[in-house]
């Protein structure tokens, strides 16, 4: 008659069912799945190891998924683990020569560079596309050393999410973004009148408009909203 079930026991939470001697079994199967698979990955090279495009990301998924279960679990056994490992490795493999092989595959893969900012104003559209929001973006921006989009030529989101930022010989004014909005909000600009050079400063794209006609409370004709600000040198 099966034993009935008790919380809080320290037996069943630590070891389960299983004996004590199988933690030296663990030990085993973890050094014969780890050491295989870091065979395996070294074969594939370094960029897997260096970068994590979409590839890659999926790659260390599904070997979590392939290697985990063997580890623990005395009823799974390795070589099914091991072949499950191999083949995940293949097809990685597979799709690293199609996409250095063959740009078609690299660009179905791994994705095109798509412009972010372009002259001091961000694409905000694109940002949506790409998931990502206006503040994480500004974020990786001051991480780039940019204190205003006006230093901005044109920037661009990579296919593995990293931004690159190419600045003006000469910074034009722009909207500030550091210190962090969050931290020091931009002053509204209420009065056309008291805009630098006659021009306002969209707080959420950084499109400049002329003030009179945006100002107070215009839609800016890039990402259709209604705060302005002073832009700033």
């Known amino acids: 008659m099966d034993q009935p079930f008790q919380a809080f026991d320290i ?22 799945v780890y050491g295989y698979t870091l065979l395996l990955l070294r074969w594939i090279g370094g960029r897997t190891v260096a970068q994590l495009s979409m590839v890659e990301f999926l790659l260390v998924i599904a070997l979590g998924s392939a290697v985990g279960d063997s580890l623990f679990y005395p009823d799974v056994p390795l070589v099914p683990a091991l072949l499950a490992v191999t083949v995940v490795v293949l ?3 597979g799709l690293d020569l199609a996409i250095i092989r063959w740009q ?4 179905l893969v791994d994705g095109l560079p798509v412009i972010a900012i372009e002259g001091g104003r961000i694409h905000v559209a694109t940002l949506d596309r790409d ?7 500004l974020s990786r921006l001051r991480i780039e050393g940019v204190r205003n989009l006006g230093e901005i030529e044109t920037a661009f989101i990579e296919p593995d ?3 690159s930022v190419f600045r003006r010989a000469e910074p034009a004014p722009g909207l500030r973004i550091a210190p962090p909005h969050e931290l020091h909000p931009p002053q509204p600009l209420e009065d056309p009148a008291l805009a630098p050079g006659g021009m306002a400063c969209c707080v959420i794209c950084g499109g400049l408009s002329p003030a009179p006609e945006v100002v ?11 705060r ?4 700033e040198s």
Request: with cysteine; glycine share 12%.
């Open 228 to 231: 302005w600000t002073a832009p």
């Open 216 to 226: 107070p409370d215009g839609a800016c004709p890039y990402c259709a909203s209604h």
């Open 161 to 163: 999410g990293r931004v």
């Open 104 to 107: 078609r595959a690299k660009n």
């Open 11 to 32: 037996g069943r939470i630590l070891m389960g069912e299983a004996q004590p001697l199988f933690l030296l079994e663990v030990l085993v199967r973890t050094l014969i």
């Open 91 to 93: 097809v990685n493999k």
């Open 131 to 137: 998931g990502l929001g206006p503040d994480e973006f």
